[in-house]
């Protein structure tokens, strides 16, 4: 049974935007955190961004000025803004259902199917 559901990737210039979705079951939705993460081809899934239930968000040093993240509860979405995109930003994204504490972005167990955002130069 899919849970979560990545849509929004697509293949942009550099400087451009995307904004990725990310739609959740209720159940799940309403009692975790959310977070971005992304992976690129030989490399290992990375931390992007990440919000919790009352709106805290948490960016990585490398999107953070570009990136933001949002949820809308009624909806029980949370989004990625992805403006000023780099080559370098090219990956297939994630979202996930956990926990934000301290500032920190714990992951749970719950994974979207990803969405592939491709920059070119």
């Known amino acids: 049974q899919v849970q979560l559901v990545e849509s929004g990737g697509d293949s942009v210039q550099a400087g451009g935007s995307l904004r990725l979705s990310c739609a959740a079951s209720?159940?799940?939705?309403?009692?975790?955190?959310m977070g971005w993460y992304r992976q690129a081809p030989g490399k290992q899934r990375e931390f992007v961004a990440a919000?919790?239930?009352?709106?805290?968000?948490n960016y990585a040093d490398s999107v953070k000025g570009r990136f933001t993240i949002s949820r809308d509860n009624a909806k029980n979405t949370v989004y990625l803004q992805m403006n000023s995109l780099k080559p370098e930003d090219t990956a297939e994204y994630y979202c996930?259902?956990?926990?934000?504490?301290?500032?920190?972005?714990?992951?749970?167990?719950?994974w979207g199917q990803g969405t592939q955002v491709t920059v070119s130069s």
């Open positions: 996930n259902a956990g926990r934000l504490r301290g500032g920190s972005y714990y992951t749970g167990d719950y």
């Open positions: 209720g159940s799940i939705f309403s009692t975790n955190a």
């Open positions: 919000i919790s239930m009352g709106g805290m968000t």
